[in-house]
């Protein structure tokens, strides 16, 4: 007797889990999935997110179902921090310069929308193949919060310089105001963070372009750091004169 696989449509999905047992709050952690698969509900029309389907929580264990992103032959998925780290897959410039203009244009929509994201880091960046090339979905909304209401952080102490500089070594895309002053959540310093990644890219694909708006985007001063409106105008500028003209590199491996 032969098998067939009913016909229609499926989707491949990936199961973020949480065990709540390893949690002091268990209900907050569960609370705290159910706001961020909210969170990623109320954006997931953007192209550039994943789709979220549901959550449930099953006595000590609670996941999120959202759309797979990511190879769907090997069932494996790439962040661009992958990338960076290990040259692959390669990419050509043109790809890296769209697939910031992605991030930085699902960022600036959920701006729009009245959320903060609070975490845009390359860690944070899911890249999948879509029909003739790389494209890339911002995820991970566990520290979303929204634009009225920003949670302050803690202003740190450092001892030395050494610590301070390591703090910043070790959480480069985090906005100094942040850290150093206590300051709250805000556009600004989501500026700073997809500015600190630009910059990345900018060095990855030698575009000197980039590595300035990177620059201007990680300005000390908050107050100095750009509108993401204008940021998304310079990529595509960045990006028509990569076109005519190519001079920079594409990311490849070893
Ligand atoms: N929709 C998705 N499709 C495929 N893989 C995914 C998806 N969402 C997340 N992943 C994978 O799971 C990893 C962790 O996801 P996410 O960043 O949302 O969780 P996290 O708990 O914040 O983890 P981390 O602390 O590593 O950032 C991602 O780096 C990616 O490899
Ligand atoms: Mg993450």
């Known amino acids: 007797m032969s098998s067939n696989l009913l016909p229609g449509h499926y989707h491949l999905v990936a199961v973020k889990t949480a065990f709540l047992n390893n949690y002091s709050n ?14 990623m509900k109320f954006l997931d029309d953007l192209p550039s997110v994943p789709r979220v389907f549901g959550v449930f929580r099953q006595g000590d264990v609670c996941c999120m179902i959202q759309e797979f992103i990511g190879n769907t032959f090997t069932l494996s998925s790439t962040t661009f921090l992958d990338v960076l780290l290990t040259g692959q897959p390669s990419l050509s410039a043109l790809e890296c310069i769209s697939m910031t203009s992605e991030v930085v244009i699902a960022l600036n ?17 899911l890249i999948h193949h879509a029909g003739t090339s790389y494209r890339a979905k911002l995820t991970d909304f566990g520290m979303a919060c929204r634009v009225q209401y920003p949670r302050a952080h803690r202003e740190l102490t450092f001892s030395s310089l050494d610590e301070l500089l390591q703090y910043n070594q070790d959480h480069p895309e985090v906005a100094p105001e942040k850290y150093l002053d206590g300051a709250c959540d805000s556009v600004n310093g989501d500026v700073y963070s997809i500015g600190y990644g630009i910059r990345i890219v900018g060095v990855a694909i030698r575009s000197s372009e980039m590595v300035e708006l990177g620059k201007s985007c990680t300005s000390f001063d908050a107050e100095d750091r750009p509108s993401l409106d204008w940021v998304i105008n310079i990529l595509d500028i960045i990006k028509e004169n990569e076109k005519s003209n190519p001079t920079c590199r594409g990311i490849n491996g070893p």
């Open 26 to 39: 268990p209900d907050e952690a569960w609370g705290k999935m159910v706001v961020e698969a909210r969170v």
């Open 109 to 125: 929509d959920m701006h729009k929308r009245g959320i903060l994201h609070n975490d845009v880091a390359a860690r944070n960046i």
